[in-house]
């Protein structure tokens, strides 16, 4: 049937949409009170329409996408007819109130017109610590939720445009930053005034039943051309696996299986015979295992797909029960970050049999999010952040750095904003040579960082991957490197760390944590790259001669500039080839 919607006036409505989002999401950097939330960018803001189905998200974080309607759907089913103009909505807790994991905290705003519930305003963002056995609330050892943090279901934040003290006073006296926390609730609060105001500008330009009409236009337009999109993808079951290195000093590997089906117009995401849910701080509640899978299927889209819940309906996400992609009680989702990184992995890996011109190699896996803590002046400090990154190798161009991960269009904190506000002295921060993935087009570079702790008494706590099973390579690609992390401290031998740590450990005044991430995966033939490129690389010492004879089988002669010897390479890349049937 056609549609009855002007397609001038959706256009002018979606984008008004969109930059209200982005408005919000602006609003809330700005006014941020923590470095994980300011600099780093690790939140989401989002307009939804009366039942709680999005019709834009700000430009922060995609694995966001998707995860706002179970949670609206269970806050209106709690409160009913308990919502009045003027309340102001809190929840955390992946169990009672279809949240995330416990750092990630919603504040959600109902957005009335002529007395009638016309939209909602919804800000999402992780802070800085919510309690728990470990600073910074990441605590890949906790056995269950209880140990993470302040578990809030759905309540009240405000009342009729009342603080309601006691939640309030009970989230501070539950943190250990209860200034960074409140103030950062506030900064999301300040978000949602700012999508309400907006919202209602715009009833007021076109009127609210207009406005409300397009909604659902908005929704089937996006499903419209998410089907056109998944219906020129030909039908299939492509399968993948992917693993998470595991947990502590003694890992035991997590298995992520997925078997990705096109029938028609839709699409099946099934991980049957994935992990089951492990006895740490990974597990992915299932609504942020179908955003995981919504960003990965919406990054091969067009752009002019809207950014709203409509296209989700093309998308139908199974994950069993009681695994490591859909916990249940009791099990810790501290840390699920990591697991949605490997579900959209998953994703890019079946998608590169089914799409492979539009899907680029591994990357370094997500963020690693070092938690540097302790007590500095009297008072404590919390040190964390989501620090990216790198991409693979695309089939028209080599990987690039200083990336973020698809699933998280997130920042790394700038080294003077780190030095100003903790004590801790950033030594290094760049790119390591001889790390990306070879092939025709090279993988990107890992990242380093060096952290020195200049407080008395401190602790670490580590999340990070890829080492095990380093970012793969694709079509005769080589793998990238693996990541790396070593702790290094005055009259010790140099230690290498687990990639996830299951307790923090305690460090002294002066030591040094060296973080490199994992290089990311090459595409095509190594023997394939252009000789030139392969020079040009070693010119900008991102190559070293060695690597690039023994990995691309081109001769470089050392020198001022260095040079290349175009016979020896000939030669030898025919020995390599030869070698190598």
Known sequence: MPSQADPFLLEVLKNSFDTIADDMALNL??????????????????????????????????????????????????????????????????????????????????????????????????????????????????????????????????????????????????????????????????????????????????????????????????????????????????????????????????????????????????????????????????????????AALRSIMPEDVPNCHGYTRAITVRAPEASVVNPVMPAACGARGITGYRVIDCMFGALAQAVPDRVAADNSGGSTLPTISGWEGGKPFVFCETFMGNFGAAPSHDGQEGMAHIGANQSNVPIEMIEAEYPIRIERYGIEADT??????????????????????????????????????????????????????????????????TEPIPVKQGALFHHAMAGAGGYGDPLERDSDAVLWDVIEERVSIAHAAEAYGVVVEPGNPPTLDEAATSRLRTQMRAAAE
């Not at 943190?175 to 209602?200: H, I």
């Open 29 to 294: 950097m700005r006014s941020a009170y923590s470095g994980i939330i300011r600099d780093s960018m690790d939140f989401s803001t989002a307009l939804l329409d009366h039942r709680g189905q999005t019709l834009a998200q700000g430009l922060t974080t995609p694995m966001h996408l998707g995860s706002f309607y179970d949670a609206m759907t269970g806050l209106i089913d709690h409160f009913e007819n308990d919502i009045e103009d003027g309340d102001v909505f809190i929840f955390n807790d992946p169990y009672v109130a279809n949240g995330q994991h416990l750092p990630d905290i919603y504040i959600v705003k109902p957005i009335y017109e002529q007395d009638l519930l016309s939209g909602w305003a919804c800000a999402l963002a992780h802070h800085s610590d919510v309690g728990g056995i470990v600073a910074g609330s990441n605590a890949l050892g906790a056995t269950e939720i209880y140990q993470e943090g302040i578990r809030i279901p759905f309540l009240k934040f405000m009342e009729a445009g009342k603080a309601v003290r006691g939640v309030w006073d009970l989230i501070a006296t539950n943190v250990r930053l209860p200034e960074k926390v409140m103030g950062d609730l506030q900064s999301q609060l300040a978000a949602c005034v700012t999508g309400e105001r907006e919202l209602r500008e715009l009833f007021g330009r076109y009127g609210r039943d207009v406005v409300m009409r397009y909604y659902d236009h908005l929704h089937d337009y996006a499903e419209r051309l998410a089907r056109a999109e998944f219906k020129e993808i030909p039908d299939g079951t492509y399968h993948f696996t992917d693993h998470i290195d595991g947990l502590g000093e003694h890992p035991e590997v997590v298995v992520f299986q997925l078997a990705l089906s096109f029938e028609g117009d839709h699409v099946i995401a099934d991980f049957e015979g994935s992990s089951p849910q492990v006895k740490g701080g990974i597990n992915a509640p299932v609504p942020f295992t179908k955003a995981s899978v919504y």
């Open 436 to 501: 990306g993935g070879p092939g025709k087009y090279r993988g990107g570079l890992s990242l380093v960082r060096d952290y020195r702790v200049l407080a008395a008494d401190a602790e670490l706590n580590v999340r990070s991957d890829k080492r095990a099973h380093p970012p793969h390579g694709l079509a005769g690609g080589r793998s990238g490197a693996p990541s790396m992390s070593i702790l290094s401290e005055i009259g010790a031998n140099d230690r290498v760390l687990p990639v996830l740590l």
